[in-house]
């Protein structure tokens, strides 16, 4: 299960942020991930769950968003998303294209709440 590596990776960079951060909290993480990742939510939530018991960012949220697979034909050039992992051209029937858009692992986003009264 990477599942387990990529939670405490996600885990060491809200610690390195929430330094930077101070007098604020962090209360959920936006990650993007592809639909070629091999990441599994439930698996990633679970992780993430396990390994922040116990610490300042247990009650953190993961906000997960889903990137489609998106190729671009390296005939025509046209970009279009993916279906059922059809990897050829919607428009010239070409299968050689190339993936851009699918592998993603990214913090998109962090919500922070400060903890000063602002007036």
Do not use: W
């Not at 930077?20 to 990742?37: F, H, T, Y």
């Not at 889903?66 to 059922?84: H, M, T």
């Not at 070409?94 to 400060?114: A, D, F, P, T």
């Amino acid at each position: 299960m990477h599942e387990l590596g990529i939670a405490e990776s996600i885990l060491d960079t809200i610690r390195l942020k929430s330094k930077e951060l101070n007098g604020a909290s962090i209360k959920s993480v936006g990650l993007r991930i592809g639909a070629l990742s091999n990441i599994v939510d439930d698996a990633l939530h679970f992780a993430f769950t396990v390994i922040a018991k116990d610490t300042e960012f247990a009650y953190v949220e993961l906000e997960i968003e889903r990137c489609p697979v998106q190729i671009e034909c390296l005939d025509c050039g046209r970009r279009s998303a993916v279906a059922d992992l059809h990897f050829r051209c919607d428009k010239c029937g070409s299968g050689r294209v190339e993936v851009i858009q699918g592998y993603e692992l990214e913090i998109s986003h962090l919500e922070i709440e400060s903890n000063s009264a602002e007036k």
